[in-house]
């Protein structure tokens, strides 16, 4: 699986975009874009993934950018609710199929 | 069910001890996978199903520990000899099938406590 790149944290005023970034600059041709939260002391909950096209549903936007070699995950109002650990991971398609999980961002949302 | 479930919720065993973890996966999902969490860590992957079998075990730390689905549903993850560093939270997902385009579900995880 490629790695990937986060910040280790970020915070966001309660009612603004929340904007996560990710490098995934080794990312190859079928491999997905997948993005995760962990509310503490809670098993990941998924949010959002892709492959080239940006992506949206109820809970995010996905960015990927043209090259692929890097993604955003907008959270268009946070909440206080929002603050958690963000998991930005790409999984090959072949093979392992194992989602490596790296260390996230834990984004805290304040008030 | 709804979602996937796993068992016990907390375990606390003491040190040379075996334990049984245990995964229900959401109904149809034919995909599972075990990972641990150590306290402030992010996820290690242990060992993932297709089905009954177990087509990569590399994630598995130690031959203490070994895995098995029966039925392409519950599996058990056992821990044989247990050990202080065992101690993490051991989560479950479950996915349709096993690709790139699947989504996994998780868990609320097994706490494991190693004295």
């Known amino acids: 699986d490629a790695k990937t790149t986060q910040p280790p944290s970020m915070d966001c005023a309660e009612g603004r975009a929340a904007n996560l970034p990710c490098n995934h600059s080794t990312i190859s041709g079928n491999e997905y874009v997948y993005w995760y939260r962990q509310i503490h002391s809670q098993g990941p909950q998924y949010i959002i993934h892709g492959l080239k096209n940006n992506e949206t549903n109820e809970m995010a936007s996905l960015i990927i950018t043209e090259d692929r070699k890097s993604s955003t995950l907008i959270l268009p109002h946070a909440t206080l609710r929002d603050t958690a650990v963000y998991y930005c991971i790409v999984r090959e398609d072949t093979g392992g199929f194992k989602t490596i999980f790296g260390a996230g961002t834990r984004l805290f949302v304040k008030a | 069910g709804a979602g996937v479930s796993q068992s016990p919720s907390n375990k606390v065993t003491e040190k040379g001890k075996d334990v049984e973890l245990r995964c229900d996966p959401i109904s149809g999902h034919t995909a599972l996978y075990w990972y641990r969490q150590s306290l402030g860590q992010g996820l290690e992957f242990l060992i993932y199903f297709q089905g009954n079998s177990a087509p990569d075990k590399s994630g598995l730390p130690s031959d203490r520990f070994s895995a098995e689905r029966t039925g392409g549903s519950v599996s058990t993850l056992t821990i044989q000899r247990t050990q202080q560093e065992d101690s993490a939270v051991y989560l479950c997902?479950?996915?349709?099938?096993?690709?790139?385009?699947?989504?996994?579900?998780f868990g609320p995880g097994t706490r494991l406590t190693v004295l």
């Open positions: 997902a479950s996915s349709l099938v096993a690709g790139g385009g699947d989504t996994q579900y």
